[in-house]
């Protein structure tokens, strides 16, 4: 068994357009949890309070409110097992942050603790990507705050599909004219299209083999990340397929407007991703 110091926990971070105290309430009130993360929950918002998420198809979870600095900190701990209590098993620990960002929204950051298994880790690595679109989604008041979710059955298995993203050769083939890149967290450098759009700043903010990847990229041409009026976040994670193949989530989020979203919207089914099909080989992909 792997201890859980070290199995790796899960730390990500989403942009949204809601004020902190709204996304709070969001993540703090059991009916709006259950509007975008679990099915049900019950718990009473107080530390060291105990409560239950459920979901139909997996069950009910116990949980302990561990922490609370309303509207900046909040933090359970859930069990892994269904029907058993947080203390008798093993369990996770789940962290969010709030900050105030610059546009009036919010910059939430979670942090998730506590893996025994690799495969604990991985699973909810996709089920975090999903909870964080479906957040965005029900705190949006315009289309393009929701960002964009998508998930593509390829043929193609897991590790030829991980390797198109993190080889930078394969990444170059079907993603565009990039230029030099090293596909490792915090490399900052240009998705570069000489011959048609320009080029763009980007970063990568995560790479965790075999599973999950993500990058920041601007829409404004030769304008540094710090600069840029808009910055998007692109999340993308590879799951085995039940049958065979690969299950490819994708979450894009950081939208300032409908025009960006618009064209990303249509881009990812009508070029992107076709793009990749063909570089993976895949039956029928032209």
């Known amino acids: 068994m792997t201890s859980p110091s070290t199995t790796a926990a899960i730390d990500r971070r ?38 239950w998420m459920e979901w139909r198809e997996h069950g009910r979870f116990a ?6 600095d309303p509207p900046r900190y909040f933090a359970w701990r859930g069990a892994r097992d269904p029907d ?23 910059s939430l950051r ?10 604990e880790r991985q699973l909810n690595t996709m089920g975090w990507l999903h909870s964080f679109g479906a957040l965005a989604a029900h705190l949006a008041t315009e289309p393009w705050q929701g960002g964009i979710r998508r998930t593509y059955h390829l043929q193609s ?24 890149l090293e596909v490792r967290p915090g490399f900052e450098g240009w998705f570069d299209w000489p011959t048609e759009e320009g080029r763009f700043a980007m970063r990568f903010d995560a790479v965790e083999p075999p599973t999950y990847i993500s990058w920041r990229w601007v829409t404004d041409r030769d304008v540094q990340l710090a600069d840029a009026s808009q910055v998007l976040r692109t999340e993308w994670v590879v799951m085995p397929r039940d049958g065979g193949g690969t299950d490819l989530h994708l979450f894009e989020s950081g939208f300032t407007g409908l025009d960006d979203h618009r064209l990303n919207d249509s881009g990812w089914d009508g070029d992107v991703i076709p793009a990749l099909r063909r570089q993976l080989g895949e039956p ?3």
């Open 14 to 51: 989403v942009d949204l357009a809601a004020a902190p105290e709204r996304v709070w309430s969001a993540l703090t009130d059991p009916a709006e949890i259950a509007s975008w993360y679990t099915e049900r929950a019950e718990f009473a918002l107080a530390v060291g309070a105990e409560g």
């Open 84 to 106: 058993t209590a947080v203390d008798d098993g093993p369990s996770t620990l789940v962290e969010w942050w709030l900050e105030p960002a610059a546009n009036g929204g919010t």
């Open 63 to 68: 949980i302990r409110i561990e922490a609370l």
């Open 110 to 119: 979670l942090r998730e603790s506590g893996f025994e298994q690799p495969d």
């Open 157 to 180: 298995a897991p590790d030829a599909v991980w390797k198109a993203f993190a080889d930078p050769a394969e990444l170059r083939a079907w993603w565009g004219g990039v230029g030099e």
């Open 284 to 286: 029928g992909a032209g």
